[in-house]
């Protein structure tokens, strides 16, 4: 028995349905990349990832209409909601407010940082290789577990490997970051954010 355990979801896509979403994300990362080009964040260090938007306030997923990627994803909160015991009497809803690509070259990386009040934040790797790439991790969100020696032994960090069509669901402020990319090739992902409609006040 764990009590109060963080639930995030995984849902790696697979098969004809799984393909087509993959091709999609790959498609829109690919006409950005020719059409606008990647950016740094003015505020972070030199040797972390590029962005689509480093204002975050844009939403790619409905500026390049990628419906099979939105729906993929639509589907996965809704079976992340189930998990978390919602139904339609609590939530009645929920909203993108913005997604963005990130482009992580060879020895570049993204310091752990949360999604600030996002209800659910997520992401889809696009390209990534999950021995080389770099994987997520997540920092455990309860110090006390570390300030003890009765639970220090338990890891303080749980690491994720970026497969290519893996989406990752979780709560927008649990902190994470991505372990530096090893590989030769860049680690190409699409992040967003999400609200929920609320009906419990």
């Known amino acids: 028995m764990e009590l109060f355990s963080t639930l995030i979801y995984l849902h790696q896509c697979h098969f004809e349905e799984g393909q087509a979403v993959i091709k999609e994300a790959q498609w829109m990362a690919d006409k950005f990349e020719r059409?606008?080009?990647?950016?740094?964040?003015?505020?972070?260090?030199?040797?972390?990832?590029?962005?689509?938007?480093?204002?975050?306030e844009t939403n790619i997923l409905k500026k390049y209409r990628a419906y099979k990627v939105?729906?993929?994803?639509?589907?996965?909160?809704?079976?992340?909601?189930?998990?978390?015991?919602?139904?339609?009497?609590?939530?009645?809803g929920?909203?993108?407010t913005s997604s963005w690509l990130?482009?992580?070259?060879?020895?570049e990386y993204a310091r752990?940082?949360?999604?600030?009040?996002?209800?659910?934040?997520g992401v889809l790797y696009v390209r990534s290789n999950p021995n080389t790439s770099g994987s997520?991790?997540?920092?455990?969100?309860?110090?006390?577990?570390?300030?003890?020696?009765?639970?220090?032994?338990?890891?303080?960090?749980?690491?994720?490997?970026?497969?290519?069509?893996?989406?990752?669901l979780f709560p927008g402020w649990l902190l994470h970051g991505t372990r530096m990319n090893q590989d030769k090739e860049?680690?190409?992902?699409?992040?967003f954010n999400i609200n929920l409609n609320s009906n419990l006040g």
């Open 70 to 92: 939105q729906d993929k994803i639509n589907y996965c909160v809704e079976q992340y909601l189930k998990q978390l015991r919602h139904t339609k009497d609590t939530v009645s």
């Open 35 to 56: 059409d606008v080009g990647y950016q740094k964040h003015p505020g972070w260090e030199k040797d972390t990832h590029s962005l689509s938007d480093p204002t975050f």
């Open 136 to 168: 997520l991790y997540f920092q455990n969100h309860d110090p006390i577990k570390s300030s003890t020696p009765l639970t220090r032994m338990i890891p303080s960090q749980q690491d994720v490997p970026p497969a290519t069509g893996l989406i990752l």
């Open 112 to 121: 752990m940082h949360h999604h600030g009040t996002a209800d659910i934040s």
């Open 102 to 107: 990130t482009n992580t070259a060879p020895g």
């Open 186 to 191: 860049n680690r190409i992902s699409l992040s």
């Open 94 to 96: 929920f909203t993108m």
